[in-house]
C-alpha cells in the first residue's frame, strides 16, 4: 500500500485473484453467518493456549515441544503478547458473548500448544500497532497484517524514506482485496475503473485507502473524475457508512469482504463485485531481528503438518487463502 505501515493488505504490484476462490470461499462462508458482528473492548484475553510444565523439570521446561526454542524472556512470562485490531471479522472480532474468535485467534491457541505458552490478545487501533510493537506493548502483532518490502525495511512508501527500523514477518495466509456494493446500489460497478467520479468508502491507513487514492488520480488524469474518499478508523465504521449514504462501493481485504456479505443485514446489505486483486501474504510481525520469528515459523509449520491449520482454516470458510509454508519475509 501507498499509506501508512499498518496497512492490513500489501499494495505493491497489482495483481489479480481468480473467481474460483471468491466463490469458493464465500460458499464456505455461510457456515460461520450466524456469528454476530460486534464492537471492540479495550482488551481481551482471547487466544489462549499452553503446554503446562515437566514435572521436576528446572526453570520451568515445558512438555510442549517447541517451547526450548523460545526466546528465554518468553518462556519466563509464559505469554505472548498480541497486539491487534479486533474489529475485522472473520480474521478477528467478538462475538455475541464479548468473547475474542476469528482465524488469528485460533491460530493462537494452536500455535499456543506447540510453544507451550499463552497467546494473549490486546485491542488496539489498526494504524497503532506497529508502534506498540517497537514500544515492547506487545510481543508480536498479529491482525491480517500483510508483509510488504516496505514494512520489512522501515520505508514509508508514499516518501520512500526510511521511518523505521522495520519488522520482521512470519507468513500464514494469502488474501486480496474486494469491492463490494449496496444490492440495491451496483450502478454497473465491476472493477476499481468503475468507481471515476463516484464515492467510496474503506478503512484508514489500508491497501483498499491507497487503491482508491491511486485510481482517483488515474481517474482525474482520464477525465472521468476523481473518486471521492471516505476514510474510517475500522472496517465495521465504512460498512455501517455504505449501508446508509451515497456511496457506491467499499472495499476491504477478501475475506472480510465476504464475510460482510454473507452476514451484514442476513445476507441482504451487500455483494461482492469484481475480482480480487492484490493478493499478498498475511504476517505475523516480530521487532526486527526478534528471535521469536524462528520459533513462531516453526510452530506455523508444525500446526500445518498436523492438520490442524487447514481445520482452522476450513472452520472460517477460508481454504483458498491457506499456505503450506510459513516462510519469514516472504512479502514484497
Not at 267 to 276: C, S
Not at 289 to 303: C, R, S, V, Y
Amino acid at each position: 500500500m501507498t499509506a501508512s505501515t499498518t496497512c492490513r493488505t500489501a499494495s505493491t504490484t497489482r495483481r489479480t485473484a481468480g473467481a474460483k476462490s471468491r466463490i469458493a470461499a464465500v460458499g464456505a462462508l455461510a457456515v460461520t453467518g450466524a456469528l454476530l458482528l460486534a464492537g471492540c473492548g479495550d482488551q481481551t484475553g482471547g487466544g489462549t493456549a499452553g503446554g503446562g510444565k515437566k514435572e521436576g523439570a528446572s526453570d520451568g521446561a515445558s512438555a510442549a515441544p517447541l517451547f526450548d526454542q523460545l526466546p528465554k524472556p518468553i518462556q519466563d512470562k509464559g505469554v505472548i503478547k498480541v497486539g491487534s485490531d479486533i474489529a475485522y471479522p472473520p480474521v478477528e472480532f467478538k462475538d455475541s458473548s464479548g468473547k475474542t474468535v476469528g482465524i488469528d485467534p485460533d491460530l493462537a491457541d494452536a500455535l499456543g500448544k506447540e510453544l507451550g505458552v499463552r497467546f494473549e490478545f490486546e485491542n488496539g487501533t489498526f494504524d497503532t500497532l506497529l508502534t506498540g510493537l517497537r514500544s515492547k506493548r506487545y510481543d508480536i502483532a498479529m491482525s491480517a497484517m500483510t508483509d510488504t518490502k516496505e514494512r520489512q525495511d522501515g520505508v514509508d512508501p508514499d516518501t520512500g524514506k526510511k521511518v523505521g527500523e522495520g519488522v520482521d514477518f512470519v507468513d500464514y495466509f494469502t488474501a486480496g482485496v474486494s469491492l463490494y456494493t449496496r444490492k440495491s446500489a451496483a450502478d454497473g460497478i465491476n472493477s476499481w475503473s468503475d468507481l471515476c467520479g463516484k464515492k467510496i468508502v474503506v478503512q484508514r491507513g489500508t491497501v483498499s485507502h491507497d487503491l482508491a487514492k491511486d485510481e482517483s488520480e488515474t481517474c482525474e488524469r482520464s477525465g472521468k473524475g476523481a473518486i471521492s474518499i471516505e476514510a474510517f478508523d475500522n472496517d465495521q465504521q465504512a460498512q455501517t457508512r455504505l449501508r446508509s449514504s451515497d456511496a457506491a462501493a467499499g472495499a476491504s481485504d477478501f475475506p472480510v469482504a465476504a464475510y460482510a456479505v454473507k452476514t451484514s443485514g442476513g445476507g441482504k446489505d451487500f455483494q461482492l463485485v469484481g475480482a480480487q486483486v492484490e493478493a499478498a501474504p498475511y504476517g505475523i510481525a516480530v521487532a526486527k531481528g526478534d528471535p521469536l520469528a524462528k520459533p513462531l515459523q516453526a510452530a506455523m509449520d508444525a500446526i500445518i503438518k498436523s492438520g490442524e491449520y487447514d481445520k482452522i482454516m476450513a472452520k472460517w470458510g477460508v481454504e483458498d487463502g491457506a499456505v503450506r509454508k510459513a516462510e519469514i519475509n516472504g512479502g514484497s
